[in-house]
């Protein structure tokens, strides 16, 4: 942890020494600073609907993650807008759910892991013509997942500049480790001292369409609609399901899915001190499973340099047609899954974050201008229940 601190200490310096040499406020011909922020949170979760053990059992988790996201600026010779992005998550999780995959405590590999998840981003902003592309990668990786994502998109503002329409297509190709429940392996193959498992791949396309309006000074309305396609292998290996006749099972699942999210957003702007931040989004998918989600943030100006956003989100969800809890399956099911995140159930997520910006910045930086603290409490109509607190510095 020390260790940490330390890297995190010298990586604002530097951030600091780089911005210093941009001072003025002529658009940077050189690769510039623009923005940087480091996002640490603490996560954990409680319940007794494990999918690991058939819908029943401990669902106790813990999740700490630390992000770091670097934005630089650079205008090219015909005066476009070149951004570039890079950003490194790592979480570190224990779940007693998955220690459940070989029936003995503290037995299987999967009881805790790390996940390392870095991206790259660019995007080139024509704001003369009012255009905008963008691509980026991105991977991701822990013990009985791969994921390798990249995206291409394109921004068109209207004429007016007071609406923009935005295009983004995305693929993100992976690779899942098939880990059995430990009865259910058929000979396993050792490499050395550990178990090898083969492998399944997992294939997701997406097209996100969006528009964004502002009505006036004060009112701005955000239309989103994506189209997602998912092929391969959308079962969990390690899922256990159990039969009325108490035979225990793997997970099936048909191995496409096609889901279609549909939403709105709209900011308010009530004066100089208050937001209203409303969202709507319906969902539904071909596998018989339909949402509707609503939430509204106020951030609230208490000082020049003080704010507080109290936040709702409410969920709702039927049950996908291939659910069924703990002994309700029967041989008759073609597919089959106990997993409660695919159950009817219904969610409330709420919480409130305080922000600092302090004129001459924070610790005496004045660069680093923000530090951000939200804690949220989740609640689950199907008994669990997780709390979450995450901390955000902003370097601009």
Same mark, same amino acid.
């Given at each position: 942890?020390?260790?940490?601190?330390?890297?995190?200490?010298?990586?604002?310096?530097?951030?600091?020494?780089?911005?210093?040499?941009?001072?003025?406020?002529?658009?940077?011909?050189?690769?510039?600073?623009?923005?940087?922020?480091?996002?640490?949170?603490?996560?954990?979760?409680?319940?007794?609907?494990?999918?690991?053990?058939?819908?029943?059992?401990?669902?106790?988790?813990?999740?700490?993650?630390?992000?770091?996201?670097?934005?630089?600026?650079?205008?090219?010779?015909?005066?476009?807008?070149?951004?570039?992005?890079?950003?490194?998550?790592?979480?570190?999780?224990?779940?007693?759910?998955?220690?459940?995959?070989?029936?003995?405590? #503290?037995?299987?590999?999967?009881?805790?892991?790390?996940?390392?998840?870095?991206?790259?981003?660019?995007?080139?902003?024509?704001?003369?013509?009012?255009?905008?592309?963008?691509?980026?990668?991105?991977?991701?990786?822990?013990?009985?997942?791969?994921?390798?994502?990249? #995206?291409?998109?394109?921004?068109?503002?209207?004429? #007016?500049?007071?609406?923009?329409?935005?295009?983004?297509?995305?693929?993100?190709?992976?690779?899942?480790?098939?880990?059995?429940?430990?009865?259910?392996?058929?000979?396993?193959?050792?490499?050395?001292?550990?178990?090898?498992?083969?492998?399944?791949?997992? #294939?997701?396309?997406?097209?996100?369409?969006?528009?964004?309006?502002?009505?006036?000074?004060?009112?701005?309305?955000?239309?989103?609609?994506?189209?997602?396609?998912?092929?391969?292998?959308?079962?969990?290996?390690?899922?256990?399901?159990?039969?009325?006749?108490?035979?225990?099972?793997?997970?099936?699942?048909?191995?496409?899915?096609?889901?279609?999210?549909?939403?709105?957003?709209?900011?308010?702007?009530?004066?100089?001190?208050?937001?209203?931040?409303?969202?709507?989004?319906?969902?539904?998918?071909?596998?018989?499973?339909?949402?509707?989600?609503?939430?509204?943030?106020?951030?609230?100006?208490?000082?020049?340099?003080?704010?507080?956003?109290?936040?709702?989100?409410?969920?709702?969800?039927?049950?996908?047609?291939?659910?069924?809890?703990?002994?309700?399956?029967?041989?008759?099911?073609?597919?089959?899954?106990?997993?409660?995140?695919?159950?009817?159930?219904?969610?409330?997520?709420?919480?409130?974050?305080?922000?600092?910006?302090?004129?001459?910045?924070?610790?005496?930086?004045?660069?680093?201008?923000?530090?951000?603290?939200?804690?949220?409490?989740?609640?689950?109509?199907?008994?669990?229940?997780?709390?979450?607190?995450?901390?955000?510095?902003?370097?601009?």
């Amino acid at each position: 942890m020390k260790k940490i601190i330390i890297s995190i200490l010298a990586l604002f310096g530097f951030l600091n020494a780089e911005a210093q040499e941009n001072t003025n406020n002529e658009q940077p011909k050189k690769l510039s600073l623009d923005e940087a922020n480091l996002v640490s949170s603490y996560y954990r979760q409680d319940g007794n609907n494990s999918a690991v053990t058939g819908g029943i059992g401990s669902e106790k988790l813990t999740d700490i993650s630390n992000t770091i996201d670097v934005t630089m600026v650079k205008y090219d010779k015909k005066e476009r807008k070149n951004k570039f992005n890079f950003s490194v998550g790592i979480d570190h999780y224990t779940s007693a759910s998955s220690d459940m995959i070989d029936l003995k405590a #503290n037995s299987s590999a999967s009881h805790a892991d790390n996940r390392i998840y870095p991206a790259l981003s660019w995007s080139r902003e024509n704001e003369s013509k009012g255009t905008t592309l963008m691509a980026g990668v991105s991977f991701s990786t822990e013990y009985d997942y791969q994921s390798y994502g990249a #995206n291409i998109g394109f921004a068109q503002k209207t004429a #007016n500049r007071m609406g923009e329409f935005t295009a983004k297509f995305q693929a993100y190709i992976d690779q899942v480790k098939l880990i059995a429940p430990i009865e259910l392996r058929q000979g396993g193959v050792t490499d050395g001292e550990h178990e090898s498992y083969g492998t399944s791949g997992r #294939n997701t396309f997406a097209l996100s369409l969006s528009y964004t309006q502002i009505i006036n000074q004060n009112f701005q309305v955000e239309f989103l609609a994506d189209g997602v396609q998912q092929t391969g292998y959308l079962s969990l290996p390690f899922h256990r399901v159990y039969f009325a006749d108490n035979s225990v099972h793997q997970e099936t699942l048909p191995d496409r899915r096609f889901k279609l999210p549909l939403g709105a957003r709209a900011n308010y702007f009530l004066g100089d001190r208050v937001i209203l931040r409303a969202y709507y989004r319906y969902y539904t998918d071909d596998w018989g499973l339909k949402s509707n989600t609503f939430s509204l943030e106020t951030p609230v100006k208490i000082s020049p340099f003080i704010s507080v956003s109290p936040f709702y989100r409410y969920y709702s969800q039927t049950s996908a047609k291939y659910f069924a809890p703990y002994q309700q399956h029967t041989a008759f099911d073609d597919y089959y899954t106990s997993n409660y995140d695919l159950s009817k159930f219904d969610s409330h997520f709420y919480g409130a974050g305080i922000r600092f910006s302090p004129k001459n910045g924070l610790f005496g930086i004045e660069r680093l201008n923000m530090l951000e603290i939200r804690y949220g409490h989740y609640t689950k109509s199907v008994g669990m229940k997780s709390d979450i607190i995450s901390l955000n510095l902003r370097f601009k």
